[in-house]
C-alpha cells in the first residue's frame, strides 16, 4: 500500500549508479528505441544519483550531472537525467520529493542553474516546479521522444550570505 510522502519510512537517499538501472529502464525504456537504461555522464566526476526506497524496491531515482546549461555555460550549473517514478508510485509526490533534495544539492554546489531536456509528457511537472522551458521542442536522439529544454534559475547560496 502506497505510504504517503510525510511517512517517516519514505526518504530520499544516495544510491549506486547501478541501483538505477533497472527503475530507468522499466519506466524510462519503455518503447524507446534502445532499452540501454546508462548515460555517460553517469561516471562523470560529481554525478550523484538520488532514490527513494519502499523497503527493499527502489520506486524513485534521479541523476544529477555538474553540466553547463547552454545560455550562461560560465556558470555552474546542473543537469537533472534520469528522473523516474516508479509506474505504480506516480502522481502522490515523489518526484516532487526527489527534485526537492536534487534541488538542495544544486545549492550546496552554490550552482546558478538547474536544467533538464524534458519529455513533453512530463513537461508541465517541471512548469509546476518552477522550471521554464527555453526555445524550440526537439526529438532527443535516444527516446526519438519530444522533448524541451528546461531551467529553474536559482538563487545562490553565497549571495545570500553576504
Ligand atoms: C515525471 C515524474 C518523475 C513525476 O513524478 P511523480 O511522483 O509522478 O510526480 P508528483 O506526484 O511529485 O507530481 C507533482 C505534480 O506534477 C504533476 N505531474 C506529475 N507528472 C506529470 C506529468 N507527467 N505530466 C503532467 N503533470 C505531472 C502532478 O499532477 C503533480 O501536481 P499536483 O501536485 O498539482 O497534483 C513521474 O511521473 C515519472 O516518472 N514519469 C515517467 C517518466 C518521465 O517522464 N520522467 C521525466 C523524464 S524528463
Known amino acids: 500500500m502506497l505510504q504517503p510522502v510525510t511517512e517517516p519510512k ?3 537517499v544516495e544510491i549506486k ?3 538505477t538501472y533497472t527503475l530507468r529502464t522499466a ?3 519503455d518503447n524507446t528505441p534502445t532499452s540501454d537504461p546508462r548515460y555517460p555522464e553517469d561516471t562523470k566526476s560529481g554525478t550523484i544519483h538520488l532514490g527513494i526506497h519502499d523497503g527493499d524496491e527502489l520506486i524513485g531515482t534521479s541523476t544529477w550531472v555538474i553540466n553547463a546549461w547552454h545560455q550562461d555555460p560560465e556558470a555552474i550549473a546542473v543537469q537533472l537525467r534520469g528522473m523516474a517514478v516508479a509506474k505504480h508510485k506516480q502522481g502522490f509526490g515523489l ?3 526527489l ?3 536534487g ?5 550546496r554546489l552554490n550552482a546558478k542553474y538547474l536544467w533538464a531536456k524534458a519529455r513533453d509528457t512530463a513537461l508541465a ?3 509546476l516546479h518552477e522550471f521554464v522551458a527555453v526555445g524550440d521542442g526537439f526529438t532527443e536522439g535516444i527516446t526519438q521522444m519530444p522533448h524541451h529544454f528546461v531551467v529553474r534559475k536559482l538563487i545562490m547560496r553565497k549571495l545570500i550570505m553576504r
Open 103 to 107: 534541488l538542495a544539492h544544486a545549492e
Open 27 to 29: 519506466v524510462l525504456r
Open 125 to 127: 511537472f517541471y512548469l
Open 95 to 97: 518526484g516532487a520529493l
Open 99 to 101: 527534485l526537492d533534495a
Open 10 to 12: 519514505i526518504k530520499v
Open 17 to 19: 549508479t547501478g541501483e
